[in-house]
C-alpha cells in the first residue's frame, strides 16, 4: 500500500505563487509516474501535471508555462510549484502515484486527500 501526503495549499490572490508537496510512502524503485490532478466545484477532475519515469513530464495546457511539477527521489516526494495563478485555477488538487511491485500484476493509482486551492481578490 502507498499513502499520500499532500500540503501547501491555501487562498492567494490573482498572480500570486503556491506550492504544493506530496509525501509517497512505499519503495521508490515501484513507482511508475506521479503528477497531480485538480476538481473545481461542479467540475469533473482533470489532469493538471505528471511525471511518467523513463518517459518525461506532461502539462495541461491551461497552466503550461505557470505551473512546474519536480520529484526529489531522496524525499519520495512530488512538488507542483504554480506562478502567475488564476481564478480558473481554484479547485481541490490531489496528488496520485501509479505504484507497481514487480510481484504486482497490474499498476494500481493510489491517491491522496486533497488540498484546496484557492485565487481569488
Known amino acids: 500500500q502507498v499513502q499520500l501526503v499532500e500540503s501547501g495549499g491555501g487562498s492567494v490572490q490573482p498572480g500570486g505563487s503556491l506550492r504544493l508537496s506530496c509525501v509517497a510512502s512505499?519503495?521508490?524503485?515501484?513507482?511508475?509516474?506521479m503528477g497531480w490532478y485538480r476538481q473545481a466545484p461542479e467540475k469533473e477532475r482533470e489532469l493538471v501535471a505528471s511525471?511518467?519515469?523513463?518517459?518525461?513530464?506532461d502539462y495541461a495546457d491551461s497552466v503550461e508555462g505557470r505551473f512546474t511539477i519536480s520529484r526529489d527521489i531522496a524525499k519520495n516526494t512530488v512538488y507542483l510549484q504554480m506562478n502567475s495563478l488564476k481564478p480558473e485555477d481554484t479547485g481541490v488538487y490531489y496528488c496520485y502515484e501509479d505504484f507497481k511491485p514487480p510481484w504486482w500484476t497490474s499498476v494500481r493509482r493510489f491517491w491522496g486527500q486533497g488540498t484546496q486551492v484557492t485565487v481569488s481578490s
Open positions: 512505499g519503495s521508490i524503485s515501484s513507482v511508475n509516474a
Open positions: 511525471i511518467t519515469i523513463g518517459v518525461g513530464i
